[in-house]
């Protein structure tokens, strides 16, 4: 077995520190590609974006990109603590052992298990700091969600007046049958942003109210108000997906 000195270890741990935090990163940056910095600075149509569709946009990264950076954020907790844990042996064996160990516990198996071990570790395993941790993950969630939910009403409504004009301007000669069609393109892009938003909801509800269920101990009272205000913004957000699929469905370009 292979003994390391406290500074040789100190630095090992540093290194697997900046690893872990570089893996971080990585995971909120992964984004759907819709946001401002690296969105397309136009729409469908090739017109530039209204503020409500770059909102759209920039609001469905934070929800499009959860899922995954929560599990890899528990990866590198868990990887951290396992190293840390390891070098207090002092043997490069031992922290490869346990760093591998705690990536696994942290959430390389994904889903709500990387979530619950991460807040844990935030916690410090004290399971009333896990609840409210949580709490305030569904709140932000809201807060978000409320955003998301009225740009994409107002897309919906321009989306409607929208299609309803070139449709009338088709049928007078006074637009093409392409300004239709790129009008339509647009709506649906939109549309598309707007269920995927809805996907990535749905299963970040179903994932924190897999954690409340989870906490044996400690009052979930207001997570579950939370988780409860999340999902009547989803249903609202569902509507006017069904609204968009309604427009397009009776629009005839």
């Known amino acids: ?3 390391v000195s406290k500074t040789r270890a100190g630095r090992l741990v540093a290194l697997l520190v900046g690893m872990t935090m570089l893996l971080s990163a990585c995971a909120s940056t992964q984004n759907g590609g819709y946001g401002e910095a690296q969105g397309p600075a136009t729409a469908a149509d090739g017109t530039p974006m209204t503020a409500d569709e770059a909102q759209l946009r920039a609001d469905a990264d934070t929800f499009n990109t959860t899922i995954v950076e929560g599990s890899l954020m528990g990866a590198g907790l868990g990887i951290l ?12 064996d031992n922290m490869v052992k346990y760093g591998l160990a705690g990536g696994v516990a942290g959430g390389v198996a994904g889903g709500i298990d990387g979530y619950m071990t991460a807040k844990a570790q ?11 941790s949580m709490t305030r993950d569904v709140q932000a969630d809201n ?3 409320q955003s998301l939910v009225a740009s994409s009403g107002r897309i919906l409504e321009e989306s409607k007046q929208r299609l309803a004009e070139v449709q009338q301007q088709v049928g007078t000669k006074t637009a093409d049958l392409s300004a239709a069609k790129a009008a339509r393109a647009r709506a649906e892009q939109n549309r598309d942003v707007m269920q995927s938003s809805l996907d990535a909801l749905k299963k970040r509800r179903d994932n924190y109210q897999q954690a409340s269920n989870k906490m044996s101990a400690g009052d979930t009272a207001q997570l ?8 009547q913004q989803i249903a609202q957000l569902e509507n006017n997906v069904v609204g968009m699929n309604q427009v397009l ?4 370009v």
């Open 81 to 92: 603590a396992g190293v840390l844990i390891g070098a207090t042996t002092g043997r490069v």
């Open 122 to 132: 935030e916690a410090g395993n004290n399971r009333v700091r896990m609840v409210q």
């Open 143 to 145: 807060a978000k969600l």
């Open 224 to 231: 579950d108000r939370e988780i409860a205000h999340l999902n």
């Open 249 to 252: 469905a009776v629009s005839k």
């Open 1 to 3: 077995m292979l003994w």
